[in-house]
């Protein structure tokens, strides 16, 4: 069964543009990540970037205690945040491009360019029980690194596959890199996960793709909540403001 890690940095990000520097505020990415697995989702997947532009060092720690599922904890190959994964210990950390110098110029993560680092950071990571996950292009030269590593996972970067959707001719051939990098991962013996820009509309022609355990998604979830949600947060509003006393 094909497994869905839901991303709630997209939650943060809401609270942030209202409450940053604040230590509350709404919507909390802690409850929204209970909701999510309550609805099913085997996974709850958190970026905590270096600027913490969105997900807080707190956020991780809360649902650290408070998940039931698993923590997927996506960080930059970075000091600071290698000793926080190693203290919060995810089930699975994967390691995402956050400066210029990690990244392809597709989007994935340079495994080609970093490898010793990578290595390094890997072995640390599974020395506390934690897996890696590296996430890069479908590309066959960074697979090969990517099985060099170590890593036990790879996440497939879905984005150009996404973006190329509506164009017919692009996007066959971004789903036949994604076929090809997942059968040749599988044959290299590393587990495949997927993910990033997967919605309502995309998913369906990913099952073309072999071997996919997990995919991981967020925007498309949390935007299609607005809509599915709406309509009841309007009518619980006006139902507190039934009491108000009638104006003369
Ligand atoms: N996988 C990785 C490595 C990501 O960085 C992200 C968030 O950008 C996702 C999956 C989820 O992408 P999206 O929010 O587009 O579903």
Redesign the pocket.
Known sequence: MLKLGV?I??VATIREARYRGRTTGEPDPIAAALICEHAGAHGI?A?LREDRRHILDRDIVKLRESIKTRLNL?MANSPEIIQIALRIKPEIV?L?PERRQELTTEGGLDVVGNLASLIDTRKKMNAAGIDVSL?IDPDPRQIEAAAKSGAQFI?L?TGAFADKFHDANERDKELQRLISGATQAHGLGLSVNA????NYDNLQMLRQVPHLIEL??????ISRAIFIGLANAVREMLQLMENYPASS
């Open positions: 991303n940095d997209h997947t970026h996506e994967c995402v996430f996440e970067h993910g990033h820009g997967l991981n998604i967020g925007h498309s979830i």
